[in-house]
């Protein structure tokens, strides 16, 4: 996906003459973004740098152009990323897992900012997003499974979520392709999907709109200067400078080199393959809603697009940057899909790929500000980031205007592993850029 309105900058910046993030500018919806422009017109100086322009990189800068700060994407593909591969179910109610209370409450928040959210982007962009309020329904096709799906339903109850339990019958009904086996289910109507290409599109071209310039290179190194974050250099060799940088490199975000290694980002690659089959019109509705199964305690899901196509994943795999498409992978997805819905044998496979979700040590992203002046965090996503783009945003704008994070996303603080046993204590070697993978050897196991 290649983005027009390219800018890349001198290599020689001069010093930061913008705002600084304890004083921020009005937030001004409308404003114009102001950049420090030599005479030629391309700014070697913007408010905002962010190194990465995959959905989270992205909806940043969308928001802080918005906010009347100049801003800059530096990503050689951005639109890119995990997005590409990702099945877009906002699934805050069903992905909840036990020891995840606080993350779900942001989930939830960024749940509801959705209509909203897609209405807004719609608006600015002129795209749809694929957005379907169509609930989703988690089966179980074994007892074993049943009872795993039954102690999630009591757990859901505790946190007083909507989840209501169906018979095998009710789920057939609901969803006439469902297997004859399966046991029961959670209807959940308020997880729902969005289409994370298109959502990645629209937030390409939002940001182009506002006026947010895209620096087509990798980011070699972020430029630490006085004890601050000052810029950034590109493989290119251009170093515009920037207010603030933005570090949201997804599952590349920890080996971006030039940072002390205290704000280091824990984030590492977790591997997920999916497949994309397409219904034909003649097989249509094949489901109504995303249906997603524990099959003998793997997992796996099926989520149907308004457009024709059903995603069906995904692997979870430590791998290091591996994004190989294996046979097992795509034997293993088939077999737990048709084993929940036989009929998918006779769909068309389109599509198979592999991506990288940010994990961090919780699973939750880290957001905002960082020990080192000048250098925010919005990374380690993991499963959720499709869902956390709206509330990314929000936070993400709210902490480039005021200096700090608004309290609903305190507990996300991007430092909060600092001081955690294990965080890196010497320096990260070189840092990789994209599409340059890390040696079998450095890659976690
Ligand atoms: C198989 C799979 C299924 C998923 N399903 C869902 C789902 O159903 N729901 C959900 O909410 N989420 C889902 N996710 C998670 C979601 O896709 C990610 O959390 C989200 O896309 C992460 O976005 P990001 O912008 O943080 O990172 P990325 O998408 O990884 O983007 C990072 C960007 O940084 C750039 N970059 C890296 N290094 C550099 C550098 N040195 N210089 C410049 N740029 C750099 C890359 O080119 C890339 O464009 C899924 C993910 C996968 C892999």
Redesign the pocket.
Known sequence: MRASGTTTAPATAPPVTTTPPTAPPAATAKAAPRATAPPSGRPRAYDVVV????????VTAWRAAQQGLSTAV??????????R???????AVTELQYGEQTLLELNLASARRYPSFAEELTEATGLGLGYRPCGTLAVALDSDDRAELRELHTFQRSLGLEAQWLTGRECRRLEPMLAPGVRGGLRVDGDH?ID?RRLACALLKAAERAGVAFLR????RITVARDRAEGVVLRDGAAPAAGRVVL??????G??AGLPPRVVPPVRP?????LRLRIPPAYAPFLSRTVRAVVRGGHV?L?PRENGELVV???SEELGWDTTVTAGGVYELLRDAHELVPGITELPLVETL?????GSPDNAPLLGPTELPGLLL????????????PVTGDVMAHALTHGGLPPYAEPFAAGRFADAPGAPDTPLPH?P??HERPSPQEQTA
């Open positions: 190194v990465g322009g995959g959905i989270i990189g992205l530096a990503d050689p593909d951005p639109g890119g990323g995990a997005a591969v990702a099945a877009g179910m906002l699934a999907q994370p290179e990798p980011v070699e949201a490199a997804g599952s590349l975000s080996r971006i977790v591997k997920g393959q999916v899901y989520v994943g995904a692997t592999a991506g990288l979700r940010p919005a990374t380690g996503h993991h499963r959720n980031g499709v869902l956390l783009t840092a850029v994209p």
